[in-house]
């Protein structure tokens, strides 16, 4: 769970957020495996919380969430972290048309099989 010279790597925390436990720690053991500090939040609110002290270099956020959605949490999350990246996923293709009206970007499909 360490990078190739056997640390956890400097500059590079994540922090996942996803409703669904078993993608949220799925995902954030993955990025561990590769040597990558990886919190992990299951809501909007709780993420929030957990990024002003943890300041993660990118947030891997679900788009579709109760409550708060991704998109709304990473308005805040902008707020409290300019420097952070954010990558907003969805397991709904359907999402991305709404995201890209939102987010005044360009958002992109891409299906995995």
Do not use: W
């Not at 720690?25 to 929030?48: K, Q, W």
């Amino acid at each position: 769970m360490h990078g190739a010279s056997g640390g956890v790597l400097r500059g590079t925390s994540r922090l996942v957020v996803d409703d669904e436990p078993r993608i949220a720690d799925r995902l954030a053991t993955i990025l561990r495996n590769f040597g990558y500090e990886a919190s992990v939040a299951y809501d909007a609110p709780s993420a929030i919380s957990q990024g002003e002290p943890f300041n993660p270099e990118l947030v891997i956020t679900d788009v579709v969430m109760p409550g708060m959605n991704g998109v709304e949490m990473a308005i805040q999350v902008r707020q409290l972290c300019r420097s952070c990246k954010i990558l907003l996923f969805s397991g709904r293709s359907t999402v991305f048309p709404e995201l890209n009206r939102a987010t005044n970007r360009k958002a992109y499909a891409v299906q995995i099989s």
